[in-house]
C-alpha cells in the first residue's frame, strides 16, 4: 500500500457507545462519498490497515462509522485520531479548473514578470475565496488570493502555477 497515493477523509474523533462505534470529522467537502464505502484504509501513526465497512450513521457534525473487527469501545479507543484514507484514484472528479488542495501544495508558482516566486506550502479558507500561501526565498511569506484575475494557470504535471500578481501583493 503506498501511503503517497492516498488521501486523508475524515479524522477519528472518538468512540461512541460500547459495540465499537467511532465518531469521525469530515476532513472532505463530500461526506456523501462516506455512504458509498465499502472499506476505509485508517492510518493510524503511519501504521496502515484496512477496514470494511459495517456501518455507517450521520450524527449531528460528525459521521459513526462501524469497522469489521472493532466490536468493542476498548478496540475503538486505539484508533482515536486515527486518520481515515482512500486511494487517490477513488476520487470524486471535479470539474475542469478545480483542484483538490493536496494537488496544489508544493507547486511551484512563478510570476508572469518576475518569474519563479517560490513554492505554495499552505491553503487558507476565507469562505469567499482560498489564498494561496507561497513560501519565498527572496520575498518572504506571500498571500495569493485564487481569484481568476491572479491564477493564469495550473500544471499539475509540471508541478507549476502560473500567476499574475496583483500591485501591492509584494515589496519590490
Known sequence: ????KLVAIGKIAGTYGYAGWLKVIPLTDFPERFYKLDKVIL???GKLGTFLVDGLKAHNNFYLFKFSG???VEVA???QNGILQIDESELYPLPEGYFYHFQLQGLSVYDEEKGLLGELTDIIETGANDVYVVDSPQYGEILIPAIKDVILAV???EKRMEI????GLIED
Open 164 to 167: 499574475k500578481l496583483l500591485p
Open 43 to 45: 492510518n493510524q501513526g
Open 155 to 157: 500544471k499539475l504535471e
Open 70 to 72: 472493532i466490536d468493542t
Open 77 to 79: 479507543q486505539g484508533f
Open 1 to 4: 500500500m503506498n501511503s503517497d
